[in-house]
């Protein structure tokens, strides 16, 4: 049986990670966005991401997901990201941190 993957799954490993290092468990300043290929994005709606994290702007599929705390301190921070996420890298075309806007923390 392959781990769980999806949002609900980078959410709590990330969550879980936190509570290990007794810490809150995201960045409030910054996200991961992630530009989704259009030939992919019936591939997301089984990993259960919700309309507020997924967009389309300017002609682009956009994922837009919280980021822990620590993202900095992981050298594999994406790579893991996207594991966990449960996303292929040929389903992106473009991945960076952002500068968070959202009020939802």
């Avoid at 609900?8 to 290929?37: C, G, R, T, V």
């Avoid at 050298?75 to 594991?83: A, G, N, R, V």
Wanted: proline share 5%; with cysteine; hydrophobic share 35%.
């Amino acid at each position: 049986m392959s781990p769980p993957k999806g949002f609900k799954a980078y959410k709590q490993h990330w969550e879980d990670q936190a509570n290990f290092m007794d810490k809150p468990p995201w960045d409030k300043n910054k996200i991961l966005q992630l530009i989704i290929s259009v030939d992919f994005m019936d591939n997301l709606k089984e990993l259960q991401f919700s309309d507020h994290s997924l967009k389309k702007e300017k002609g682009k599929n956009i994922l837009r997901v919280k980021i822990p705390y620590n993202y900095n301190e992981l050298d594999d921070f994406q790579e893991k990201s996207l594991e966990l996420l449960g996303i292929q890298e040929n389903w992106i075309t473009d991945i960076s941190l952002e500068i968070s806007h959202c009020s939802h923390h």
